[in-house]
């Protein structure tokens, strides 16, 4: 809204009534949430992406080296 500067002045001066502060308020809530909302969608779309890890070996499972020393072991009996 577009408002004369007497009006402007007139406020300044004597200050806001209730029902305009509730209704200030109330736009003043909309836009932080407008806010926060686009934050999030944004916050996820340039999210950083994690670094991804090679997969670790089962415990179990024989490395190259491993079946190098057993068949050494094994042999040596």
């Known amino acids: ?3 004369t500067l007497s009006y402007q002045m007139y406020k300044c001066e004597h200050g806001l009534s209730a029902a305009e502060r509730r209704a200030a308020d109330v736009r003043a809530g909309e836009g932080a949430a407008a806010v926060s ?4 969608r ?3 779309v340039f999210r950083p992406r994690r670094a991804v890890r090679p997969a ?3 415990a179990g499972a024989v490395t190259g080296s491993g079946s190098a020393s057993a068949r050494l072991l094994s042999s040596g009996r």
């Open 42 to 44: 944004l916050g996820r």
């Open 37 to 40: 909302g686009l934050r999030l």
């Open 1 to 3: 809204m577009v408002y």
């Open 56 to 58: 670790r070996r089962a």
